[in-house]
C-alpha cells in the first residue's frame, strides 16, 4: 500500500489484469498463482509510472467467481503474488478493484465496461482525472476509461507494454 497523501488531486493509471498485467495465454481464467506471468514492460514501466508520482491502480473483471470456476480467495491469492513480486522491485499497487460478477449469471453496476470501480478509486483517493490514464487489452477497457472522463490506451493481449509507458510518460 502506498504511502502518500492524498489531500490535493494526484495522477494515476489504471491497469486491466489479465492479458495486460499479466499473461493469459493458454487460460481462458488465470487464477492460480502458479499461472500468474507478468507480461513483458508491466514491471519496469510500473517503476517508471511508480517514480513519475502515478498512483498505480488495478480493475479487472473476475467473473469466474460468479460462475463458481474459482473463489474471492484464489483471486486474492494471485493479487498477493503479484503485489510480493512488484514490492520486491519497490513499486506498490495503491489498491485493486475487482468486480466478481458476470452479466450471463446477474446485473452489476461494477463490471467493466462500467466507470463504477474507476469512479470509486477516483473518488477514494482525489484523482486528477484530466492526468490520468487506462492501460488494457479490450475495448471494454476503453469504454470504461472513456465514461470515467480518463484517457485510455488499447494495447494487443499480451504484448510488451514499454510503448504505452512511453506515450503516458511523454503526455502526462
Request: hydrophobic letters at 35%; one cysteine or more.
Given at each position: 500500500?502506498?504511502?502518500l497523501?492524498?489531500?490535493?488531486?494526484?495522477?494515476?493509471?489504471?491497469?486491466d489484469?489479465?492479458?495486460t498485467?499479466?499473461?493469459?495465454?493458454g487460460h481462458y481464467?488465470?487464477y492460480k498463482?502458479?499461472?500468474?506471468?507478468?507480461?513483458?514492460?508491466?514491471?519496469?514501466?510500473m517503476?517508471?509510472?511508480?517514480e513519475?508520482?502515478?498512483l498505480?491502480?488495478?480493475?479487472?473483471?473476475q467473473?469466474?467467481?460468479?460462475?463458481?470456476?474459482?473463489?474471492p480467495?484464489?483471486?486474492?491469492?494471485?493479487?498477493?503474488k503479484m503485489?510480493?513480486e512488484l514490492?520486491?522491485?519497490?513499486?506498490f499497487?495503491t489498491?485493486?478493484?475487482?468486480?466478481?460478477?458476470?452479466e450471463?449469471i446477474?446485473?452489476?453496476i461494477?463490471?467493466?465496461?462500467?466507470?463504477?470501480?474507476v469512479?470509486r478509486a477516483i473518488?477514494?483517493?482525489?484523482?486528477?482525472k484530466q492526468h490520468?490514464?487506462?492501460?488494457?487489452?479490450?475495448i471494454?477497457?476503453?469504454?470504461?476509461?472513456?465514461?470515467a472522463?480518463?484517457r485510455?490506451?488499447?494495447?494487443?493481449?499480451?504484448q510488451?507494454?514499454t510503448?504505452a509507458?512511453n506515450?503516458?510518460?511523454?503526455?502526462?
Amino acid at each position: 500500500m502506498s504511502h502518500l497523501s492524498y489531500t490535493s488531486l494526484t495522477k494515476a493509471v489504471f491497469f486491466d489484469r489479465d492479458g495486460t498485467i499479466n499473461s493469459d495465454e493458454g487460460h481462458y481464467y488465470i487464477y492460480k498463482p502458479e499461472d500468474f506471468i507478468f507480461n513483458p514492460g508491466v514491471i519496469k514501466g510500473m517503476k517508471r509510472l511508480q517514480e513519475a508520482g502515478y498512483l498505480l491502480f488495478v480493475i479487472t473483471n473476475q467473473g469466474g467467481i460468479a460462475k463458481g470456476i474459482y473463489t474471492p480467495d484464489d483471486v486474492e491469492a494471485v493479487h498477493q503474488k503479484m503485489c510480493t513480486e512488484l514490492e520486491k522491485e519497490d513499486i506498490f499497487i495503491t489498491r485493486i478493484y475487482y468486480c466478481p460478477h458476470h452479466e450471463n449469471i446477474t446485473n452489476c453496476i461494477c463490471r467493466k465496461p462500467s466507470p463504477y470501480l474507476v469512479n470509486r478509486a477516483i473518488e477514494e483517493f482525489h484523482i486528477d482525472k484530466q492526468h490520468s490514464w487506462f492501460i488494457g487489452d479490450s475495448i471494454r477497457d476503453t469504454e470504461c476509461a472513456k465514461a470515467a472522463g480518463i484517457r485510455s490506451i488499447q494495447i494487443q493481449k499480451n504484448q510488451d507494454i514499454t510503448p504505452a509507458i512511453n506515450r503516458i510518460l511523454e503526455n502526462p
